[in-house]
């Protein structure tokens, strides 16, 4: 865990860490320091309410909010805090995952959360990425950087496919 996270990344149980863990495994590669908590909109909501009252404060620049089900912590997370909140809708046994998409999509005009793909964590942790990118030309670079190898990456299997 680092001393001065930038970015959040919480969840509403530890079972969604098999997911999540993707958002904090591209954070460290980007070497962006951040912060791993479990905060319940339900079972913990006076956490709930204090981390994200405090988290700008503390330096955050940016949340990640991963939930399943009625998964009400990206949006209660993003009516308590000025900084940008990214939902990640966590898949659980049923419904394959809508319920939790739908919970965190479906914002009130005036609050919003940045939704990512059911399951869609790394993305979550590449939006957050950018998003300090804005202000930090090196991490930039490195975004331009990763982009780059993405697209030689693809080049490379066309070009193994056609072999
Ligand atoms: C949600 O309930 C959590 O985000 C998790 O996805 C889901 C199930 O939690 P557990 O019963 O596994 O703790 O609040």
Do not use: C
Request: hydrophobic share 50%.
């Amino acid at each position: 865990m680092a001393d001065n996270p930038l970015v959040g990344v919480i969840m509403g149980s530890d079972s969604d860490w098999p997911v999540m863990e993707a958002a904090a495994l591209v954070l460290a590669e980007f070497d962006v320091p951040h912060e791993v908590s479990v905060v319940s909109a339900h079972r913990t909501p006076q956490r709930m309410l204090d981390y994200a009252r405090d988290a700008a404060g503390r330096g955050l620049r940016v949340i990640i909010a991963g939930a399943g089900g009625a998964a009400h912590l990206p949006g209660m997370v993003a009516s308590a805090t000025v900084l940008p909140v990214i939902g990640v809708p966590v898949p659980l046994k049923h419904l394959d995952g809508m319920d939790s998409l739908l919970s965190i999509v479906q914002m009130p005009a005036g609050v919003p959360v940045a939704t990512v793909s059911v399951g869609g964590a790394r993305n979550a942790g590449l939006l957050a990425v950018r998003m300090l990118a804005a202000t930090d030309s090196a991490l930039r670079e490195r975004m331009a950087t990763f982009q780059a190898d993405l697209e030689q990456l693809v080049l490379e299997k066309d070009a193994a496919l056609r072999s």
